[in-house]
């Protein structure tokens, strides 16, 4: 059993997204440059969020070991000069993205939530990558499209709009506060169809 020393333990498990990010930035605020947080979590899409997180922080992330479902995230933390949040700055509304929909303009509906969180509901026609899996699957999206990025509260698409930006994509904006307030159409999957009967 491999054993990670930190300087501190934070308590996430039973937390859906954007929760075990919330409490680690609060968290990671009160640390020295240097100190290692260990964070214990049971949301599966956990440990894609935090790495995505730390890379945009300038924090660095160690690793995650999972043990008996528990997933335990360790990050060290950055000195100021390095750890500054960045933040995508093309943005837009539900209800903007709701009427690019309703004109049937070419766009793409990029879906980086987990996929049960996808399959229970999710936009029509949009593609799911859960962000965990995006760098391994930029080659199934089109370098020149449209892309909006959604999640369930803006965070994640906000780290996949930075990463697929950061890959050479030109035109991306992160929809913000995504699938938690969404009141356009929705779709399920069959699968999810299936299992409420």
Same mark, same amino acid.
């Given at each position: ?10 308590? &996430? ?7 075990? +990010?919330?409490?680690?930035?609060? &968290? ?6 240097? /100190? ?8 599966? #899409? ?6 995505? %997180?730390?890379?945009?922080? #300038? ?7 999972? $043990? ?13 000069? /390095?750890? $500054?949040?960045? !933040? ?6 539900? =209800? ?10 070419? +766009? ?12 229970? #509901? ?14 391994? !699957?930029?080659? =199934?999206?089109?370098?020149?499209? /449209? ?34 307030? %969404? $009141? ?6 069959? =699968?999810?169809?299936?299992? $409420?009967?």
């Amino acid at each position: 059993m491999m054993m990670v020393k930190a300087n501190v333990t934070l308590d &996430a498990k039973g937390m859906a997204c954007p929760m075990p +990010i919330v409490k680690t930035k609060k &968290a990671i605020s009160s640390l020295e440059a240097g /100190e290692v947080i260990e964070v214990l979590a049971t949301d599966k #899409g956990s440990k894609a969020d935090m790495k995505a %997180w730390a890379t945009s922080t #300038g924090h660095q992330y160690l690793g995650t070991i999972d $043990e008996n479902g528990v997933l335990k995230h360790y990050i060290r933390k950055a000195s100021g000069e /390095e750890a $500054e949040e960045k !933040r995508y700055p093309h943005v837009i509304t539900n =209800e903007d993205l709701s009427k690019l929909l309703d004109e049937k303009k070419n +766009i793409m509906v990029l879906d980086v939530r987990e996929t049960a969180e996808y399959a229970f #509901g999710h936009i029509p026609k949009a593609i799911s990558i859960p962000l965990g899996d995006l760098n391994d !699957r930029l080659n =199934e999206l089109k370098q020149d499209a /449209e892309i909006y990025v959604v999640c369930r509260t803006g965070n994640r698409s906000d780290l996949a709009a930075q990463q697929l930006t950061a890959a050479g994509f030109n035109i991306v904006t992160n929809v913000v506060p995504g699938m938690s307030n %969404w $009141e356009g159409p929705v779709e399920k999957s069959v =699968e999810a169809k299936f299992l $409420e009967g």
